[in-house]
Nanobody, 127 residues
Framework: QVQLVESGGGLVQAGGSLRLSCAASGGTFSTFVMGWFRQAPGKEREFVAALSWRGTYTNYAESVEGRFTISRDNAKNMVYLQMNSLKSEDTGVYYC????????????????????WGQGTQVTVSS
């Protein structure tokens, strides 16, 4: 059973940066497509970024393109989300997710495509 644990959330001022981490255990992490999603209060969970198994392919939501960077360290079973130039609209709970059925793609942008989820970490950006 794959388990994902996020960390690194917190309170930051607009314009600041945060780095989220996701630790994976169980399964063959190095072959999974990994993604980050977020959910703001009263809104549906939305796609943020995805990364293929070797990090060759990335995909970002338009709202974070150029500000956020997804990366992974397969030797450590870790995936990261570097968030720069944060805005108040980036506030929400951020979830790490794993898709074990795809590998050499970053096209998975729908939550239903991911089988495993972390518990989430809160990011609050004050304006």
């Amino acid at each position: 059973q794959v388990q994902l644990v996020e960390s690194g959330g917190g309170l930051v001022q607009a314009g600041g940066s945060l780095r989220l981490s996701c630790a994976a255990s169980g399964g063959t992490f190095s072959t999974f497509v990994m993604g980050w999603f977020r959910q703001a209060p009263g809104k549906e969970r939305e796609f943020v970024a995805a990364l293929s198994w070797r990090g060759t392919y990335t995909n970002y939501a338009e709202s974070v393109e150029g500000r956020f960077t997804i990366s992974r360290d397969n030797a450590k079973n870790m995936v990261y989300l570097q968030m720069n130039s944060l805005k108040s609209e980036d506030t929400g709970v951020y979830y790490c997710a794993a898709d074990p059925r795809q590998w050499n793609t970053a096209a998975a942008t729908r939550a239903i495509e991911y089988d495993y989820w972390g518990q989430g970490t809160q990011v609050t950006v004050s304006s």
